[in-house]
């Protein structure tokens, strides 16, 4: 049984391009998160919504759009992909905001070319 | 400086040797301390929290020194199944006093264990 699950798990396309990425936990989670972990191994928080609502949005371009259709959903979308958006995102969720313990997704390595 | 600093590695170590991992973090106001566990191409999942008087979880042994701003992992007895990348992790309070779940993460130190 898969807790958090994305897809796809890899993700080659050429630059320019607009691509999503679906994310889904069956955890009963409360709140989800984006990381993008660059090539240097780097973990970096991108947003964050908690029962739907948007909670953190780190200095990302507007280029990345997140939506939460309802709280056991959290889907990426990339407008006018760059190279330098290639890196491995993964999907999290916890409890609630204040919970400690995050799962992660498998993650997406998505390279643009 | 970066946020959360960890010991730059690798650490190559035989099987049945004991190592130690650093970590030090630049806010003072953090909240919660973890140690995070990736395999190579996988999800990062939590080994352990970090508690204020030190934890121990089998052969896993976590330290926090609040003072310093310093944590650290210590392995015993190291088996060839611990070779993964060991992820310091910090939960910061934001300016509201409430950190709304950001965990920001070292960037790793890897560990290859052989036998």
């Known amino acids: 049984d898969t807790a958090v699950s994305q897809t796809p798990k890899y993700l080659v396309t050429q630059m320019g391009n607009d691509k999503s990425i679906k994310c889904e936990q069956n955890?009963?989670?409360?709140?989800m998160y984006w990381y993008k972990q660059d090539s240097k191994k780097f973990l970096k928080i991108m947003f964050s919504?908690?029962?739907?609502?948007?909670?953190i949005n780190e200095t990302v371009p507007n280029r990345f759009s997140p939506k939460s259709p309802d709280k056991a959903h959290l889907n990426l979308h990339i407008n006018s992909l760059e190279l330098g958006d290639s890196a491995v995102y993964f999907c999290a969720s916890s409890p609630g905001t204040k919970a400690d313990t995050q799962y992660f997704g498998p993650g997406t390595r998505l390279t643009v070319l | 400086r970066k946020e959360v600093e960890q010991d730059p590695g690798p650490f190559n170590v035989p099987e049945g040797a004991t190592v130690a991992f650093n970590c030090t973090y630049s806010?003072?106001?953090?909240?919660?301390f973890f140690w995070y566990r990736q395999d190579c191409r996988k999800e990062p999942k939590l080994l352990m929290s970090v508690y204020s008087s030190g934890n121990e979880d089998g052969r896993f042994t976590a330290q926090l020194n609040r003072a310093s701003q310093y944590i650290s992992l210590l392995i015993r007895d190291s088996k060839l199944s611990d070779s993964a990348t060991y992820l310091c992790?910090?939960?910061?309070?934001?300016?509201?006093?409430?950190?709304?779940?950001?965990?920001?993460f070292g960037q790793g130190t890897i560990l290859t264990v052989h036998p």
């Open positions: 992790v910090v939960k910061p309070f934001n300016a509201g006093g409430t950190s709304y779940g950001k965990l920001t």
């Open positions: 919504y908690n029962n739907k609502e948007l909670i």
């Open positions: 955890l009963g989670h409360d709140t």
């Open positions: 806010n003072s106001a953090s909240q919660s």
